[in-house]
């Protein structure tokens, strides 16, 4: 399935959505592209009515998703323009469950 950055990877297997963060040099930490990328690949999986589940993992098999990718803070949220708000991003698929494959540490009080 086609995103639009290839630092996520959207798949389907049978009733099974996967969404996978692609970011392994910087822990899965979370760009602007792979941000507004994740309710693009979220609308793909809705509208397909075989998926049952959706599927959340990070690449690399050393961290799930560690935040956001502060290297693009000068770049793009910069104080000298004006900062980019983006959007809330829904996780929740609504026709479907949602599952997080954490195999590793996670940040952010997940246990």
Not at 12 to 38: E, L, T, Y
Not at 75 to 104: C, D, F, G, W, Y
């Amino acid at each position: 399935m086609k995103t639009s950055t290839r630092r996520m990877i959207a798949k389907k297997d049978g009733p099974i959505g996967w969404m996978q963060f692609n970011n392994p040099a910087r822990h899965n930490a979370v760009s602007v592209d792979m941000w507004k990328s994740v309710p693009e690949i979220m609308t793909k999986f809705e509208n397909d009515d075989q998926i049952r589940v959706v599927v959340l993992s990070g690449a690399g098999g050393k961290s799930f998703i560690s935040g956001a990718d502060i290297s693009e803070f000068e770049e793009k949220h910069s104080m000298t323009k004006k900062p980019q708000r983006l959007p809330p991003t829904p996780v929740r698929p609504r026709n479907s469950s949602l599952i997080r494959a954490i195999s590793v540490k996670c940040p952010h009080g997940v246990k």
